[in-house]
């Protein structure tokens, strides 16, 4: 394998990771400066921060299309203009219905990020470092939001213009990132299965393996002839059942967890404990270094241990760190203050070897060559919509019932996801994407 270019691919298109990770996290430092500047209510300033994830919904559910039609990386050029529209809009925003309209055209790339990236770098990693090369995405997100974090606890949020520079600090790399995509090539799956352009996919394909290339190839387009002959059938249907409750529920336990609730509102829900506001944003800092380290250890061993005990490892985490955060705010211990940051760090680390190295890479390997584009958006709008609908609602419901009631709930889901880790998900580490399809069929 040509290490240092299919890296170079990797990483570039991890870019949008990057992105979708700071932009996610940035709001954190300054929403509590937005709500009073502009005088917002709970509920409004719930969907000043939920608008970029109504933005992903849409992204997720139609990044599939032009993903299909015109290509993984045109796609993604795309969704790097979004990105540096979104940063230059919202650090210039005149009111907050027109950061709220910025952050949504941000959330749409974030959304179909979600759906090209792991797809692309899945469709161009060998099988035995296809899950490595594509939780770079992850470890990418989680990058994004340590450098979000870092970078509002630096600039903070002391007047009411700190928040602007916050936002806009993303126009560094969302330019970068509109350039470097230039630079890789088209996804030789996508070649073959949806244009017929049998020299270009074999082209990419010895450039990432000369020795392996031309079996890939051979077995790109058996696949292609296979699902040719078969009855063409549409995505929701009984067919591609298996995948889709498989996408479904992987990026449904993915955000019931409560990871978006606690990257949005880590220094509202450290300062509930009786922190101080400077105090707060350095402990979002720990959780970014926390999620970084523990997604790296991810990235170690999802293509050694496999996706099923990694997930078993976060599940148990998940449980036992959120169930002791409920404890310790029904309770209101005198200790919260120390001891709710020492116990999101366990649930961050937990999220970032399981979950969040798992969902993107097993989302992109699970659905046929012919339908794949549709399966990510699937997946990954599953995963925005309920991230919409609890970051946009944590605020109202956390203020109405207490976070004692908010975390045990997310510790009773995890408990339900441990289940279905044990009793359904399949493994699939080391083998070929067209392998896997006939295993699922």
Known sequence: MNQRKVYFWSLTVALGGFLFGFDTAVISGGEQAIQELWNLSDFMLGQMVGMALYGTILGAIFGGIPADKYGRRTTLFWVALLYLSSAIGSAFAWDIYSLMFFRFIGGIGV???SVAAPMYISEIAPSEKRGQLAALFQFNIVFGILIAFASNYIIGAGDNGGWRIMLGVEIIPAALFTYLITKVPRSP???VVKKGLIDEAR??????????????????IQSAKEDEKKVKVPFFTAKYRKPILLAFLIAFFNQVS?????????????????MGAESALLSTVG??????????????LIDTWGRKKLMYLGSFGYIISLSCVSYVFFTQTGSGSLLVPFLLFVFIASHAVGQGAVIWVFISEIFPNEVRSYGNAFGSSTHWVFAALISAFFPFF????????????FAFLMFLQLIWV??????????????IEKKLD
């Open 203 to 220: 082209a990419v394909l010895q450039m990432i393996n000369p020795e392996k290339a031309e079996d890939a190839l051979q077995e790109i």
């Open 189 to 191: 799956r996508w070649l």
């Open 111 to 113: 959304g179909a990020s």
């Open 398 to 409: 956390a203020g109405k019932f207490g976070g004692g009631f908010i975390f045990a709930s």
């Open 258 to 274: 409560g990871i978006n609730a606690i990257i949005y509102y880590a220094p509202r829900i450290f300062e509930d404990t009786g």
């Open 287 to 300: 959780i970014g270094i926390i999620n970084l380290i523990f997604t790296l250890l991810g990235l170690v």
């Open 422 to 435: 044990w009793k359904v998900m399949p493994e699939t580490k080391g083998i070929s994407l067209e392998s």
